[in-house]
């Protein structure tokens, strides 16, 4: 393997996507190694994270490298007027890989221009977010056994929302339908919708949540709405709670059903989910590790599979 960035979930072709479902069950197997021994690798999170920071520092850690990096910009220089790129560039001084989220769309992709260190991008404002993609790629294959055919039901907000339009582009290669619900203010981009188009991928839209749409699909992919990406804080309150899933919602639904959420929730999925067997979003966000250890070897050119 040699190094390789990730900073769109198009990057990689179905091969290397599979490569990395293997991957991402290997290290499931065996968490813990020294495979990264004497590497470092750098986090920058411009944008607060929970899940994608950890799980990738949780990455490096058990397999043997290092971790610098900050989960507030603010105490970093760019509050003193820093530029991105200057960052970077430091940075990249320092380590073998950067692991970045930055509000900005296309502030991974510009990172990349300026260094020639490999960059994952863990997420750029509302564009893409591919390493959760392959977190969520790896939970819907371990939960069906496949990745071919299936119904996904997307929900919510789906204009800010990154995680569905990287999901969107990676389910390309397996034949998916989609079911697409949001409310006219946060309906699918038309640049997604016309790439479903342009490959053939069959969708539905439409503003009800209901029984038919629960009851036929395989997956139901619920998100938050984005606070943080309106810039009119009344419509947002407007919005915010008009899909909620709550348990007696799935009395009628496939018996293989599972509920993914990519986290952190707010009112979306009602607490008495939790204890549903079909609720897999906890599991899910625990499938990130092993993903993320299969990003970051691919990143720094390391493969335990290799023969
Ligand atoms: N899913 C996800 O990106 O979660 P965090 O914002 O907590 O990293």
């Known amino acids: 393997m040699t190094s390789k960035s990730l900073v769109s979930i198009s990057d990689i072709d179905k091969e290397e996507m599979l490569h990395l479902l293997e991957l991402s069950r290997y290290f499931e197997e065996n968490p813990n190694s020294k495979i990264l021994d004497g590497r470092v690798v750098a986090t920058l999170f411009f944008e607060p994270s929970t ?77 893409q977010h591919p390493s959760q993609t392959m977190l969520d790629l790896y939970s819907i294959y371990k939960t069906q056994g496949t990745l071919e055919n299936l119904t996904i039901t997307m929900v919510g907000d789906l204009k800010y929302g990154r995680t569905v339009h990287s999901l969107l582009m990676a389910m390309r290669y397996f034949n998916p339908t989609f079911n697409f619900i949001a409310c006219d203010e946060l309906q699918m981009p038309a640049e997604y919708k016309k790439f479903c188009i342009d490959n053939g991928i069959r969708f539905n839209e439409s503003t009800d949540f209901s029984a038919d749409v629960i009851n036929s699909s395989d997956i139901i992919y619920m998100t938050r709405v984005q606070r943080e990406r309106f810039t009119d804080i009344m419509e947002y309150e407007r919005v915010k709670d008009l899909y909620r899933l709550h348990n007696s919602m799935l009395d009628n639904s496939k018996p293989t059903l599972k509920i993914l959420h990519p986290l952190p929730r707010v009112n979306e999925i009602d607490q008495d989910v939790d204890d549903n067997p079909k609720a897999y979003y906890f599991q899910q966000a625990g499938n990130g590790l092993f993903a993320r250890q299969a990003i970051i070897t691919r990143a720094l050119g390391i493969d335990p599979l290799a023969k």
């Open 51 to 127: 899940r994608t920071r950890l799980s990738f520092e949780t990455a490096v850690n058990r397999l043997g490298g290092r971790v610098i990096g900050f989960s507030d910009a603010n105490s970093t220089s760019t509050s003193k007027g820093e530029t991105l790129k200057d960052t970077i560039k430091m940075v990249s001084n320092y380590v073998d890989l950067i692991v970045m989220r930055h509000h900005l769309e296309g502030a991974a992709r510009y990172a990349t221009e300026v260094t020639s260190k490999p960059i994952i991008n863990a997420g750029d404002g509302a564009n």
